[in-house]
């Protein structure tokens, strides 16, 4: 019964997170059902009791997947490469799952939770500065990091795990008018991807909560 | 040719001695049983040492720790800690299952990604004069998800009978957590999980009050 049932994916159209699963599951072809939890909206549906429950860190992502509730994008997108065909998400060669994982890593601990909306919150004022402050400062230990391990894509010539976060955490240093001129190679492998398909269709500008205005 | 004096190194690891994230990949080299030599990293001393030219080109954020193992460079800690996994025999730090799989990455992930990084140095540098109410409320945020987490994965670990990855960012945690002086006392899982971890060798060896560069009044 269970492998018939869609996934479903708890998502905001820009939290960056969401969309790192949202280019997984388009990537590897998967099919699922997504609700949209609007992060603002009544003091933040991520907060509300009924989705406590799925994730009681109220945050996004979380997914139904197989009968088990997960949280946290990179442990999701991990699963879904390793029970689901497809291209793979991560090299086999394991110095080079190393160096996908640590990308991801760099973003998705060194980068975004620090100025995702949370933190902001309690950030008070100054929130642009504070931000662009971090994304800066991991995008200056990314730009060499990526000048060694990339091809085409962030590591070699295969799309990984590492180029999911990438793509997601770009836009939201651009939402932080952080000047992406200043990481030539960032800014090349983030262009190469936008062209693919699945790093379209998943785009914040193109889901069923986009609000008008914002809709490419 | 230089290719067998690499594999036969020891791997070399950058260090604090209360860096949380440096405790993590000192228990998972004690778990496999891997000898290392470990280069300390001073973050306070020099304007932290994390900071000079040399060490900025191991690890270009400026944070430890860093591991130079089988002729590569490599940081983040959840990264190494997955490498030598996958490298090295020894107990397996992830378990087969999937599913089991997931949920370890899961719990690794809110402590490495949604507790960590927010309460740490350069974090704590910028936030100012609110330093132990800052850490408290992020810390306090993470164990109130954690603990209902943990109380349905954990057997007598983090999750099922068997050590993993979700341990090992665990106790490194609650350590933390008790120097921004959180009440450990209100997420009883995370505090009996933790008690139980703390009585075996690998995290006792690798704790901070026994590092080459614990100082002497913080030595066990």
Same mark, same amino acid.
């Given at each position: 019964?269970? $492998?018939?049932?869609? #996934? ?27 609700? #949209? ?5 009544? !003091? ?13 860190? +109220? ?14 994008? @990179? ?10 065909? !497809? #291209? ?5 060669? $394991? ?10 890593? @760099?973003?998705?601990? !060194?980068?975004?939770?620090? +100025? ?23 995008? +200056? ?52 991807? @936008? ?19 914002? +809709?490419?």
């Amino acid at each position: 019964m269970e $492998p018939s049932t869609k #996934p479903v994916l708890y998502s905001y159209f820009r939290s960056s997170c969401s969309w790192r699963v949202r280019i997984a599951f388009a990537l590897k072809g998967i099919e699922y059902n997504l609700v #949209p939890v609007n992060l603002i909206k009544d !003091g933040g549906q991520q907060r509300s009791e009924q989705y406590s429950k799925l994730n009681p860190m +109220q945050q996004v992502p979380a997914v139904e997947i197989d009968g088990i509730t997960l949280c946290q994008s @990179l442990a999701v997108i991990q699963y879904i490469d390793e029970t689901r065909p !497809g #291209p793979c998400l991560l090299p086999v060669d $394991p110095k080079a799952r190393a160096k996908v994982r640590m990308i991801s890593d @760099l973003i998705a601990s !060194g980068i975004q939770p620090i +100025q995702n909306l949370s933190v902001l919150q309690k950030v008070g004022e100054e929130k642009v500065p504070w931000g662009q402050h971090f994304i800066n400062r991991g995008f +200056q230990a990314l730009e060499p990091i990526l000048k060694e391990t990339s091809g085409k894509y962030c590591v070699g010539d295969e799309i990984s795990m590492a180029d999911i976060c990438l793509v997601p955490q770009v836009y939201n240093a651009e939402r932080f008018k952080v000047d992406i001129g200043q990481y030539p190679t960032i800014r090349k492998i983030n262009e190469t991807l @936008l062209e693919l398909e699945a790093f379209k269709v998943s785009h914040p500008s193109h889901q069923p909560d986009t609000p008008a205005n914002l +809709q490419a």
